[in-house]
């Protein structure tokens, strides 16, 4: 099993800056793209950013220019930094990962619980 925790939300006005963490655990063989993703209040999930093993991005266009995502692989964490929010960026934050458990297994999806964001205007 796997579990991923996000760490970092909070409350803060807008303009203001925010650095959200996933920590993944448990056992991996390794961690093939990793992500974030948000849902606000009565909306469906979306993607935010992903992120490749080897380093290739990919972004909303809502985000674009504003959060940045990287990752360690050596510490099976991915990282959020978000800027410049704005109060449309409110929402939960997950992150989730494509895990590969041994040496012969297949990709398996797994998600966090979760980090709330709350941007006042």
């Known amino acids: 099993q796997v579990q991923l925790v996000e760490s970092g939300g909070g409350l803060l006005q807008a303009g203001g800056s925010l650095r959200l963490s996933c920590a993944a655990s448990?056992?991996?063989?390794?961690?093939?793209?990793m992500g974030w993703y948000r849902q606000a209040p009565g909306k469906q999930r979306e993607l935010v950013a992903t992120?490749?093993?080897?380093?290739?991005?990919n972004y909303a266009d809502s985000v674009k220019g504003r959060f940045t995502i990287s990752r360690d692989n050596a510490k099976n964490t991915v990282y959020l930094q978000m800027n410049s929010l704005k109060p449309e960026d409110t929402a939960v934050y997950y992150c989730?990962?494509?895990?590969?458990?041994?040496?012969?297994?297949?990709?398996?999806?797994?998600w966090g619980k979760g980090t709330l964001v709350t941007v006042s205007s």
């Open positions: 992120i490749t093993s080897g380093g290739t991005t």
């Open positions: 989730n990962a494509e895990v590969v458990a041994s040496f012969a297994g297949t990709n398996v999806v797994y």
């Open positions: 448990g056992i991996i063989f390794k961690i093939n793209t």
